[in-house]
T-cell receptor
């Protein structure tokens, strides 16, 4: 399976600031996904990022809060804007690969907002 | 709507067998996945079912009944390293994965 890396691995941020998380894949993929995992919770899909088109957001998530870029087939960024303590979570990027089409996850970015 | 249920926590003894259940109600179904997630790490893929029946992979097996909206993950010969959260997820078509809340398994010596 593809190798997925994320930067930063963790960060501590102040309320009201923004953080951009990078996701790099070692092979070209059409669709990349961004998930959030709040403390002690399961994974919730934020949005699907296709190269060359606008990201598709799930219910409860909006572009102004979580803008996403997908400039090429190996890279994507997720920005968490105007952060509040409620945004403290692990953010994971993933891709679908193989047969069956299985989700593979990056190592995650652990975000703490003070 | 989408709803996936799993027990919150389970405890078992090293060497034993444990069954983790998952029930689901989703608008679409294109397969059910089980993931293992150790604390502080990303989920890793364990197994996949799309047809009814049992799929076996070494110490891990997964069962699916589509008519009942039910799956289970069976872990045999438990080891301490199996202590982790186990997530079931439904592929709701269009690569839209819906994850269950996860079951935290503690394996005791």
């Amino acid at each position: 399976s593809a190798v997925i890396s994320q930067k930063p691995s963790r960060d501590i941020c102040q309320r009201g600031t923004s953080l951009t998380i990078q996701c790099q894949v070692d092979s070209q993929v059409t669709m990349m996904f961004w998930y959030r995992q709040q403390p002690g919770q399961s994974l919730t899909l934020i949005a699907t990022a296709n190269q060359g088109s606008e990201a598709t957001y799930e219910s409860g998530f909006v572009i102004d809060k979580f803008p996403i870029s997908r400039p090429n087939l190996t890279f994507s960024t997720l920005t968490v804007s105007n952060m509040s303590p409620e945004d403290s979570s692990i953010y994971l990027c993933s891709l679908g690969q193989g047969s069956p089409d299985t989700q593979y996850f990056g190592p995650g970015t652990r975000l703490t907002v003070l | 709507g989408q709803n996936i249920d799993q027990p919150t926590e389970m405890t078992a003894t090293e060497g034993a067998i444990v069954q983790i259940n998952c029930t689901y109600q989703t608008s679409g179904f294109n397969g059910l996945f089980w993931y293992q997630q150790h604390a502080g790490e990303a989920p890793t893929f364990l197994s996949y079912n799309v047809l009814d029946g049992l799929e076996e992979k070494g110490r891990f097996s997964s069962f699916l009944s589509r008519s009942k909206g039910y799956s289970y993950l069976l872990l045999k010969e438990l080891q301490m390293k199996d202590s982790a959260s186990y997530l079931c997820a439904v592929d709701n078509y269009g690569q839209n994965f819906v994850f269950g809340p996860g079951t935290r398994l503690s394996v005791l010596p």
